[in-house]
Nanobody
Framework: QVQLVESGGGLVQAGGSLRLSCAAS????????MGWFRQAPGKEREFVAA????????YYADSVKGRFTISRDNAENTVYLQMNSLKPEDTAVYYC?????????????????WGQGTQVTVSA
């Protein structure tokens, strides 16, 4: 079992930036693939970004490619999501997820542990 706690969400104007953090405890973080997902009101939870155990492989949803960057610090047991050039359509609750496998993964069912989420609101 891994406990994941997100932080860094908030209200920002379109074009602005936010940096989300996800602090992990429990199972060995450095051997876990990690991901970020988001869920807007009335919509299904969707993939945003993923990173493998070493940080050497990353995947992004097309909607955020070039604007968002996922990274990790295994010494600090933390994964980050840097979000730039934010748009109103990025408004959602953002969830951190961890998996037992070392690889990055883009599907919800590949992940075993989830955080409680942090709200990101982008105003026009």
């Amino acid at each position: 079992q891994v406990q994941l706690v997100e932080s860094g969400g908030g209200l920002v104007q379109a074009g602005g930036s936010l940096r989300l953090s996800c602090a992990a405890s429990g199972r060995t973080f450095s051997s876990s693939g990690m991901g970020w997902f988001r869920q807007a009101p009335g919509k299904e939870r969707e993939f945003v970004a993923a990173i493998n155990w070493s940080g050497g492989t990353t995947y992004y949803a097309d909607s955020v490619k070039g604007r968002f960057t996922i990274s990790r610090d295994n010494a600090e047991n933390t994964v980050y999501l840097q979000m730039n050039s934010l748009k109103p359509e990025d408004t959602a609750v953002y969830y951190c997820a961890g998996r037992r496998g070392v690889a990055a993964a883009t599907q919800k069912w590949n992940y075993d542990d989830w955080g409680q989420g942090t709200q990101v609101t982008v105003s026009a």
